[in-house]
């Protein structure tokens, strides 16, 4: 499964290099994932929110009350959604680049602004209203522009992801010029 998907990067990178004017197809399925971002994110963070009101302060220093704070069910819920929302932004972060997706998915703070005001009941001043209308109109700006940009350092990769990549599909760990044997690249290149 990790050789296919690392046959079809090394596919997208090379359509990204062989025309530099091509841009990544944005599908349905990954602005789903973008809006489960923001949802998931926002809806996290709110739950979480609502439990730890609940329990008072906690401190790290304390690790019973800190155990005892995750059995809440507000904050274990709160716990999930944004497990979720990690998964998500993995996902996202696979196929598109990290200032594509963070600009993408700040409807988030809008949406965690309304739920903190009518949900939690807390005061949003003016000027967060400001701040969030100011970081979410960053959406306009990336809205036009490709998700994934070609760089001329992705072909390099990690000796030791070359490595166990080599041993995987059973070829001689130094079969290209710039990969090293596991060997060397476990012990940095040190010999002893």
């Known amino acids: ?18 025309d530099s ?34 329990l008072g302060s906690i401190s790290i220093h304390d690790l019973p009350s800190v155990i005892f ?43 965690l602004a309304l739920s903190a005001r009518f949900i939690l009941h807390e005061q949003v001043s003016v000027m967060r209203w400001l701040g969030i209308v100011l970081i979410s109109g960053g959406v306009g700006f990336i809205a036009g522009s490709p998700a994934l940009t070609s760089h001329a350092h992705e072909d390099q990769r990690s000796p030791l992801l070359a490595a166990q990549d080599a041993a995987r599909n059973g070829a001689p760990a130094g079969a290209s ?11 940095g290149g040190v010999e002893s």
């Open 1 to 18: 499964m990790f050789a296919r998907c690392a046959q079809v990067r090394q596919r997208q990178r090379r359509a990204l290099q062989d």
């Open 21 to 54: 004017t091509t841009e990544c197809q944005v599908t349905f399925r990954k602005y789903l994932v973008l809006a489960g971002v923001t949802v998931f994110g926002a809806a996290g963070d709110s739950v979480l929110s609502h439990g730890m009101k609940q």
């Open 177 to 187: 010029d710039h990969d090293a044997p596991a060997e060397e690249v476990i012990s």
């Open 69 to 111: 704070a995750v059995l809440n069910p507000f904050v274990a819920l709160g716990i999930v959604l944004l497990l979720a929302f990690i998964v998500l932004n993995m996902t996202a972060l696979s196929w598109a680049d990290l200032t594509y997706v963070l600009p993408a998915t700040s409807m988030g703070y809008v949406l």
